[in-house]
Nanobody, 123 residues
Framework: VQLQASGGGLVQDGGSLRLSCAAS????????MGWFRQAPGKEREFVAS????????NYADSVKGRFTISRDNAKNTVYLQANSLKPEDTAVYFC?????????????????WGQGTQVTVSS
């Protein structure tokens, strides 16, 4: 199983980025997908998750209204559209796959993890 995250970069306060995570080696449509992030010196933090079919999502309060998670099962890819970025959004962003059918913000529910992509928001 491989999860390849991409799309990170350096943006200014208020800017936008679209992160992608391409999955291989698993039946993508059978997995709940999530995005997490980890800033230097901080614990891993839940960002968003999306159900197998894409019909249900949930978000951390800190990103609600600014970030949107989506998926394309035909392309085995999950996305995170991050708008109105703030310096406190600076972190390495990881995608993850869970075999559990329900949405989850708990990192231990996720079996597979990508390598992460760096997002840096300058003030």
């Amino acid at each position: 199983v491989q999860l390849q995250a991409s799309g990170g970069g350096l943006v200014q306060d208020g800017g936008s980025l679209r992160l992608s995570c391409a999955a291989s080696g698993l039946t993508f449509s059978r997995y709940t997908m999530g995005w997490f992030r980890q800033a230097p010196g901080k614990e891993r933090e839940f960002v968003a998750s999306i159900s197998r079919g894409g019909g249900s999502t949930n978000y951390a309060d800190s990103v609600k209204g600014r970030f949107t998670i989506s998926r394309d099962n035909a392309k085995n890819t999950v996305y995170l559209q991050a708008n109105s970025l703030k310096p406190e959004d600076t972190a390495v962003y990881f995608c993850a796959a869970s075999v559990r059918p329900e949405l989850s913000s708990y990192y231990k529910d996720y079996s597979y993890w990508g390598q992460g992509t760096q997002v840096t928001v300058s003030s």
